[in-house]
């Protein structure tokens, strides 16, 4: 029998402990200033791509991991360092992760060095999919992508936001719709290269939380790429909308079952995500109960403080647990029969909103202000339960998946 361990081996640890100090001595320092700046911070994104930590590389032997733990192992040392920044390192991934799950060969090298720039001229890349009226519902997406077979060309038409490094990218991303008549089978993902006439950034928005990550609206204005900008290419497309046409016939909520699965796989990151932020204000709060005194004594003593952070590590690891069991069945291919990926996602946002909030209380007044990072901490966690499906959508998912209904 294989032996069973929740260790990580020396390889991993070794890769943990030097991110954590990337996220220690680079992004923790600077973290307040880029917060109140809101603005992309290329200083240290350009300090994370001379050491290999931005860059499609690094993330290419994370995402590999044979234990699955890689990529949450990185996302949550990243996370602790620093949301806003954080999201500014890892946001290019979702742009090139839609690559790497959907372009041939040539399109994978030809675009994602592209995105990555290099540690002299780093760039960035977008991922852009949300609408203004199509974000949990992504049957309503409305921007369309039209064939111009005389031209060999797409013609792009629509509004996308929430696109983190959206309109700043060298290189974007966008899924459109290409035939509404088979829903989200219908969409297909396309590369803008940089400089194409028609994509330009609409508004900006200034956030809660994560301010240090760039988001904004992408405006598509009868944006035309060449043929070659289809991910996967025409012939494979075409193949797809036929058999989608087919069996959405008879065949509808399986496939919509279908598309449900890729989205679980990848929710275990975000769970990691808000891991990271959760211990980090943890530990801020643990710190200072055992230092702050009060009554002549430290504040860790009454059991009121004390209890409040067993609660708040037991959740802490119990969120890390979930992730991990989720990442580990995604890269072994494991069924989520009982949608283990929304779950781990679910309980860990809603942890980080919780120990957050707990970790300003501990802190009083002091926590309450921006002295203190708990305060910007908490800002930061609000994203976890909203952005990769919010906690209601998380709940309807893992709603269906156990009960077979198509509960609304």
Known sequence: MAE????LDDDQKAVRDWIHG?????????A???????????????????????????????YF???????????????????GIA????????????????????????????MYGDPDDVKVAAFCSSEPDAGSDVGSMRTRAVYDEAKDEWVLNGIKTWATNGGIANVHVVVAVVDPEVGSKGHASFIIPPGTPGLSQGQKFKKHGIRASHTAEVV????????????????????????ARERAKTGGERLKNAAMATFEASRPAVGAMAVGTARAAYEVALDY????????????????????????????DAARLMVWRASWMAVTGKPFD?????????????????????????????????????????????????????????????????????IR
């Not at 990337?22 to 600077?30: E, K, S």
């Not at 204005?221 to 058999?243: H, I, N, T, W, Y």
């Open 4 to 7: 069973f361990s929740f260790e």
């Open 22 to 30: 990337f996220a220690a001595d680079v992004m923790r320092p600077a």
């Open 32 to 62: 307040a200033e880029w917060d109140e700046r809101e603005e992309t911070p290329w200083p240290i994104i350009q300090e994370a791509a001379k050491i290999g930590l931005y860059s499609l590389d690094f993330y290419a032997q994370q």
């Open 65 to 83: 991991d044979p234990t699955g733990l890689g990529i949450p192992m990185t996302m949550e040392e990243l996370f602790w360092g620093d949301a």
């Open 87 to 114: 999201l500014s390192i890892v946001g290019t991934g979702l742009a090139a992760v839609g690559v790497l799950a959907n372009g041939t060969e040539e399109q994978i090298g030809t675009w994602i060095p592209q």
């Open 220 to 243: 598509l204005d009868q944006v035309r790429v060449p043929g070659s900008c289809l991910l996967g290419g025409k012939e494979k497309l075409d193949e797809r909308l036929a058999r």
């Open 289 to 316: 109960a055992k230092t702050r005194q009060q009554f002549g004594r430290p504040i860790i003593d009454n059991q009121g403080v004390a209890f409040q952070l067993a609660d708040m590590r037991t959740r802490i």
């Open 338 to 406: 009982s949608a283990e990926g929304s779950m781990s996602k679910l309980f860990a946002s809603e942890t980080a909103k919780e120990v957050t909030a707990q970790a300003v209380q501990i802190l009083g007044g002091n926590g309450f202000t921006r002295e203190y990072p708990v305060e910007r901490m908490h800002r930061d966690a609000a994203i976890y339960t909203i952005f990769e499906g919010t906690s209601e959508i998380q709940r309807l998912v893992i709603a269906r998946t156990l009960s077979g209904v198509q």
